[in-house]
């Protein structure tokens, strides 16, 4: 997910979340500045590409993360790419389940019509 901050990220960071852990790793940060057309006043802000994994959380999750950091970012963007065809799935079928009552009402007026209702 893009992102944005006048604050710079870290490479990753580890919040404990009581019993699981969520990993951010931060990739692709660019330093941009812009000025205000106000005050006219310039200020620095960063773009980078922000991607976030929950797991258990124990003590040395945040050593892991350091040193194996290039596992962890693809195992990150990973769960979210299969979050993200999830949710297609789920589109799919609720477009489908639409789709069945829209053909089942227009086989019942069918029906209703060959039997000789109106």
Request: net charge negative.
């Amino acid at each position: 997910m893009q992102a944005e901050s006048t604050i710079k990220p870290k490479s990753y960071y580890v919040e404990n979340c009581g019993g699981t852990a969520e990993v951010v790793l931060y990739e692709n940060i660019k330093k941009h500045t812009r000025k205000d057309p106000e005050t006219e006043e310039t200020s620095t802000y960063y773009t980078y590409d922000e991607h976030r994994i929950n797991v258990p959380f124990r003590e040395n999750l945040s050593q892991e993360v350091k040193d194996n950091r290039a596992a962890w970012l693809a195992a990150a963007i990973a769960a979210e790419n299969a979050a993200a065809e999830k949710k297609t799935l789920e589109e799919e079928i609720a477009s489908l389940k639409a789709d069945n009552e829209i053909m089942g009402a227009a086989l019942e007026e069918v029906i209703a019509v060959i039997a000789g209702g109106e």
